[in-house]
């Protein structure tokens, strides 16, 4: 696979972050966008698209705004999660999934529309990448433990090391919402 394939579709990721944030003005920004290329979780989805990356922000708003949306490990999206994938222009059906609750949202055709040249951009990038992935053939290469394992219902942790060496196990996503710092160099932790 190309080295700039990932690199193009982390950039498109982050140019439609970027597009959400306009309309959601308390959106933090995306940390690492290469940490969702990769990573799956059943709870939230497993198929990269810009429908997730609106549950992803629905996340990212939780997060800015101290709400907890989610238990059982991040599994059970809860009615607070509802609500904010809802301002995000995200729909779910009346009852919840008795496992996973509200995570199954969907774009509706407003949203669809109001996104339409960013879903346009992101698709192209990812169908990209796909077409990379899979001109690899039998060629081995590491693809991150999300890709070997699939999915632990609450995501997958991956080591995250900071300036000083310490480590710490994290899932991708929760740490694309915001750096998690070190208490002693102050560096922030960065998947290895």
């Not at 597009?19 to 939230?44: F, K, M, T, V, W």
């Not at 009852?95 to 339409?116: K, L, N």
């Not at 999300?146 to 632990?152: D, F, L």
Request: net charge positive.
């Amino acid at each position: 696979m190309s080295t700039t394939q990932p690199l193009v579709l982390a950039a498109e990721l982050a140019a439609a972050w970027s597009d959400i944030q306009a309309h959601h003005r308390d959106l933090p920004d995306l940390a690492s966008p290469e940490a969702l290329i990769g990573e799956s979780s059943s709870a939230c989805g497993t198929q990269l698209n810009f429908e997730r990356l609106l549950h992803e922000a629905a996340h990212g708003l939780a997060a800015a705004r101290e709400i907890r949306d989610t238990s059982r490990a991040g599994r059970y999206h809860n009615r607070r999660f509802l609500l904010l994938a809802s301002e995000l222009g995200l729909a779910h059906p009346v009852e919840p999934h008795a496992s996973s609750g509200f995570s199954q949202v969907t774009m509706g055709h407003e949203t669809r529309d109001r996104y339409a040249g960013t879903i346009e951009r992101l698709d192209r990038a990812l169908g990209a990448h796909q077409l990379a992935v899979a001109g690899e053939g039998n060629h081995r290469a590491f693809r991150g433990p999300a890709a070997r394992h699939g999915s632990s219902g609450g995501g997958v942790r991956v080591k995250a090391v900071c300036g000083c060496g310490r480590n710490v196990r994290v899932v991708p996503s929760v740490l694309a919402q915001a750096a998690i710092v070190c208490g002693a160099c102050q560096q922030p932790f960065k998947i290895a």
